[in-house]
């Protein structure tokens, strides 16, 4: 099956999956980490809270940039 390239470029740039993608990717190994290690011998201690917050900015920033900002607004309700 052939894949038209042509609509590639009529994405909207949020569908890069590029996007944030080393700020997803220490969240995501960071997790992995604490889930294996501590939350499933018990410990519910929070952990990765740090790349967690700069993985949102990073996508918060991206949603403002194309002014989709009112979707983090519709979220909160």
């Known amino acids: 099956m052939a ?6 470029k ?3 740039p949020m569908l890069d999956p ?7 990717d220490r969240h995501d190994q960071c997790f ?3 889930y294996t290690n501590s939350f499933l ?3 519910v201690t929070l952990d990765c809270e740090d790349e967690w917050q700069e993985y949102q900015v990073c996508i918060k920033d991206k949603l403002k940039q ?3 900002e ?4 519709n979220n909160k309700e």
Do not use: Q, V, Y
């Open 18 to 24: 590029n996007l944030c993608k080393d700020l997803k």
């Open 32 to 34: 992995n980490k604490w």
């Open 66 to 68: 194309w002014n989709l």
């Open 3 to 8: 894949i038209d390239k042509k609509n590639d």
């Open 41 to 43: 011998k018990g410990d």
């Open 10 to 12: 009529d994405k909207h």
């Open 70 to 73: 009112h979707l983090i607004e």
